[in-house]
């Protein structure tokens, strides 16, 4: 049996077994969805959104990519997020890191890596913003640890600058979000920051006509 029959068998026996632990489990979640959650996270393969939250199919609306970012030129994560906000209605947004991400490490070396250079670019600007916090810690593990945080708290705060976020703020007195990182090493999730609706950011991003 290959790799990939491999997954179609244990997804088979997977179906079988949520029939047997609830009979109208598929019924049920193939007329509707109501995530409360949206999940920002890392494309990384050890870091799933539902497994390491306990979350059962249904509960989490999920967008990952390289190293978590909320770019705004990103159609992709921009459609999930109004999506997520405006019809789902999500009561909160999670971004969520994790110590050790390659993308955040490939982001502090000076290896060309192809189209990735773009992405990673968003990040290299987010270590010159925080040089100096990034560069007092001392191993290459810290500073990369450092920036994993970081990161996390300026993409909250890219949720915060985009209009959809505001105009949720605004009108639905919600999400609430969430920066969070995810320990390889331990499996547990460190909360590092969370803005409430209405929550203050510079003058220079707020939109006065939503
Ligand atoms: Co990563």
């Known amino acids: 049996m290959t790799s990939y029959e ?5 997804n088979k026996s997977w179906a079988e077994a ?9 019924s049920r979640l193939s ?8 999940w920002i996270g890392c494309s990384d393969s050890r870091v799933p959104a539902d497994k390491i939250t306990g979350t059962q199919p249904g509960e989490i ?14 159609i992709n994560l921009l459609s999930v997020l109004e999506y997520a906000v405006d019809v789902l209605k999500v009561k909160h947004i999670i971004v969520c890191g994790h110590y050790g991400c390659g993308g955040i490490r490939a982001a502090m070396g000076n290896h060309s890596l192809g189209i990735i250079n773009k992405w990673l670019r968003n990040i290299k600007d987010i270590y010159r913003i925080h040089k100096d916090e990034i560069e007092n810690e001392i191993t290459e593990e810290n500073k990369t640890n450092k ?4 990161n996390v708290k300026e993409q909250v705060m890219n949720l915060a600058k985009t209009s959809i976020i505001q105009k949720a703020w605004k009108h639905q007195n ?17 909360p590092v920051c969370e803005m409430e609706p209405g929550s203050a950011i510079d003058p220079l ?4 006509n939503l």
Do not use: S
């Open 174 to 190: 919600g999400p609430q979000l969430h920066g969070w990182v995810y320990g390889l090493n331990d499996g547990i999730i460190k």
């Open 61 to 74: 609306f999920v967008h990952r990519n390289i190293a978590n970012m909320v770019v705004h030129t990103d």
């Open 147 to 150: 920036l994993v945080e970081l």
């Open 6 to 10: 491999k997954l179609l068998r244990e």
């Open 18 to 26: 949520q029939i047997q632990i609830d009979p109208e489990f598929f």
């Open 205 to 208: 991003y707020v939109y006065d």
């Open 31 to 38: 007329e509707i969805q109501t995530p409360e959650f949206l």
